[in-house]
Every structure is written in structure tokens, then in C-alpha cells.
């Protein structure tokens, strides 16, 4: 079964560092989203993108954020000066329709640790 | 979004069914409901979505009642792999692209 693949698995980083967290959706799917997890808290939702394009975001995903399909396969997200409460774990999704019957599919995500 | 509340936890022995329940009282006539699980150390994972008929798949079932205010997720034998926190999501035309993961219930299954 197609499933979406997430690299690294682990992600330790020093504050005010850059980080790209890498995603590979599955391959006939049109949107693609991130989410993220503090330890203990709820899934919570970044931000989508469609059409190379993003269609909706989150409060949480300001100017410090950014996403990128660079290329026909991989689907980045990218935190520009990284804090001490970007420590998460990072997962992507995608679907391959949006609407409300259409599942998304996850990965498992990248933990990123930030010193 | 309408909002949906679960119990924090349940247990279930194995290979006993579970039922896991779902409130969703001002749940609107064009809301889907999804479930979502969430394995320990994994992303999360679809399971199984209705609108008003009950539904069957691999997974699981899922019964909604007449009035829609509650749904129940079925696993018809729990097994060990099953444990995991598990989130009712209403979807409606106007919830955009984000799933609204609340706390959800945690199943423990115990041999």
C-alpha cells in the first residue's frame, strides 16, 4: 500500500538554525498538508498546499515557516530560525481530493529537537 | 466546527469487541464523521468515515445513531496492535483543508 515517507526521523537542530523537514507524499495525491505534535498535546494543523499554492493556513505557521514542492516528488517544510517551542514532532499528509469524505494519509513523521 | 467529545480512556481485553464511543450534539445535517487513530510513535492514521448509514471496512465499523448526535467505532476483535488514541472529526463543506484533532480516547488492550 502507497504510503507517505517522511525524512530525517530525528531532527536535533540549534536554536536560531535553520531546518527543512522532508516529505514524500503519495505519489497520485494533489494535496498535502503538515501538522505538528508537542509532546502531550493534540495533533495540531499548520498548513496546506495545492497547486503549488498554499490554501490554507494555521496561527501557528507565521513568517518563520515556509513550504516548497521543489520538485514533482518531495514536499518540504521549512522553519527559518528555529526556538525552543518549535520541538515537535512534524508530520506530513496528503490526499488525493480535498473535501469532506476525503481521507488524508499520514506519515510518521520527524522529531525535531531543538537545543 | 462542531465540536465532538470522547472519553479520555478505555480498556478492552483482547480479541473482544470495542466500542468506542462519540458525542456530537450540534452536529450539523451535512457534517461527515471521521475516525482517525493515532499508533504509539505514529503518524495518524484514517480508519473509517459516514454520514448516516453505518459503515463497514477492513478496519472497523462505524454506527451512527438515527438522530446523528453520537457514533460508535466498532473494532469487532480488539487485538494487541489496536491500542491507540482514537479521534472523532466532524468534516463539514465549510471545514477547509484542516483536520481538528482533539484529545481523543486512549484505548489500552490488555492480553
Known amino acids: 500500500e502507497p504510503e507517505v515517507t517522511q525524512t530525517p526521523s530525528h531532527q536535533v537542530t540549534q536554536m536560531g538554525q535553520e531546518v527543512i523537514l522532508r516529505c514524500v507524499p503519495i505519489s497520485n495525491h494533489l494535496y498535502f498538508y503538515w501538522y505538528r505534535q508537542i509532546l502531550g498535546q493534540k495533533v495540531e494543523f499548520l498548513v496546506s498546499?495545492?497547486?503549488?499554492?498554499?490554501?490554507?493556513k494555521s496561527e501557528i505557521f507565521d513568517d518563520q515557516f515556509s513550504v516548497e514542492r521543489p520538485d514533482g516528488s518531495n514536499f518540504t517544510l521549512k522553519i527559518r530560525s528555529t526556538k525552543l517551542e518549535d520541538s515537535a514532532m512534524y508530520f506530513c499528509a496528503s490526499s488525493e481530493q480535498q473535501g469532506r469524505i476525503q481521507p488524508q494519509h499520514f506519515g510518521d513523521g520527524t522529531r525535531l529537537s531543538i537545543l | 466546527d462542531a465540536k465532538t467529545t470522547q472519553p479520555n480512556s478505555m480498556e478492552s481485553n483482547e480479541e473482544e469487541p470495542v466500542h468506542l464511543p462519540c458525542n456530537h450534539s450540534?452536529?450539523?445535517?451535512?457534517?461527515?464523521i471521521h475516525w482517525y487513530r493515532q499508533l504509539p510513535s505514529q503518524g495518524p492514521e484514517y480508519v473509517i468515515h459516514g454520514l448516516t448509514s453505518n459503515v463497514n471496512n477492513r478496519m472497523a465499523s462505524l454506527a451512527i445513531a438515527e438522530d446523528r448526535k453520537s457514533s460508535t467505532l466498532i473494532l469487532h476483535r480488539a487485538t494487541l496492535r489496536d491500542a491507540a488514541v482514537y479521534y472523532c472529526?466532524?468534516?463539514?463543506?465549510?471545514?477547509?483543508?484542516?483536520?481538528?484533532f482533539g484529545k481523543g480516547t486512549s484505548l489500552l488492550v490488555t492480553p
Open positions: 472529526i466532524l468534516r463539514d463543506a465549510n471545514s477547509g483543508y484542516a483536520l481538528n
Open positions: 498546499f495545492y497547486n503549488n499554492e498554499i490554501s490554507e
Open positions: 450540534t452536529i450539523s445535517g451535512t457534517d461527515y
